[in-house]
């Protein structure tokens, strides 16, 4: 009865490759979100979708492209790997009918990505 | 240019002794802060939130103040547990809404002593 979860928990992958991490959660949830852990430790947005709109997206290489096919799925795909790529990748949802303060996330378990 | 700052990297408390971790934030507009926490191998896990009109809230042994003036808030554990070692990320929004986002400092790495 996991609320967020992610596959694959890790990818080892080659610098120039193409991959897919998928997220779902069972919460009802109608935003969802996608944040990198880079190797500073920073948790840092990249993407929001909203009932499968796109809202947020912080100056993201065009590299990586979400794709919402229905609210509860967020997948990311990466294209042209490089290796500054490597870091852990959290999906998270929110429940935005929820009004003002629940601005609370909850996060997938993380997908640790490394391009040698 | 880090919005929300957790200063401290580490703190180490004995058991039962209580641990206050701390996180200081620049944007003014900040109005809805939460603190996550993380074991390793997992997603960060929410914890309590407080919300700009607010200066107390409280859950269980876990009590978050803020100081709007000052910009700066605090997590309060008492007592502290063993099972609470852990990453604390204090986060902040400013925006309600779909175009609200969380800004996260860098995590707290807290360990409890038996």
């Known amino acids: 009865d996991t609320a967020v979860s992610q596959t694959p928990k890790y990818l080892v992958t080659q610098m120039g490759n193409d991959k897919s991490i998928k997220c779902e959660q069972n919460?009802?949830?109608?935003?969802m979100y996608w944040y990198k852990q880079d190797s500073k430790k920073f948790l840092k947005i990249m993407f929001s979708?909203?009932?499968?709109?796109?809202?947020i997206n912080e100056t993201v290489p065009n590299r990586f492209s979400p794709k919402s096919p229905d609210k509860a799925h967020l997948n990311l795909h990466i294209n042209s790997l490089e290796l500054g790529d490597s870091a852990v990748y959290f999906c998270?949802?929110?429940?935005?009918?929820?009004?003002?303060?629940?601005?609370?996330?909850?996060f997938g378990p993380g997908t640790r990505l490394t391009v040698l | 240019d880090q919005q929300v700052k957790q200063n401290s990297p580490s703190l180490s408390v004995q058991e039962g002794r209580i641990s206050i971790l701390n996180c200081d934030y620049t944007?003014?507009?900040?109005?809805?802060f939460l603190w996550y926490k993380k074991y390793p191998a997992e997603g960060p896990t929410f914890l309590i939130s407080?919300?700009?009109?607010?200066d107390k809230n409280e859950d269980g042994r876990f009590t978050v103040f803020l100081n709007k003036s000052a910009k700066h808030l605090s997590l309060h554990i008492v007592p502290s547990q063993p099972g609470d070692s852990a990453v604390y990320f204090c986060?902040?929004?400013?925006?309600?809404?779909?175009?609200?986002?969380?800004?996260f400092g860098k995590g707290i790495t807290l360990s409890v002593r038996p």
């Open positions: 919460l009802g949830h109608d935003t």
């Open positions: 944007n003014s507009m900040f109005d809805y």
């Open positions: 407080i919300s700009s009109i607010k």
């Open positions: 986060a902040a929004s400013e925006v309600s809404g779909a175009n609200s986002k969380l800004t």
């Open positions: 979708y909203n009932n499968k709109e796109l809202i």
């Open positions: 998270a949802s929110r429940d935005l009918a929820g009004g003002q303060g629940t601005d609370t996330q909850y």
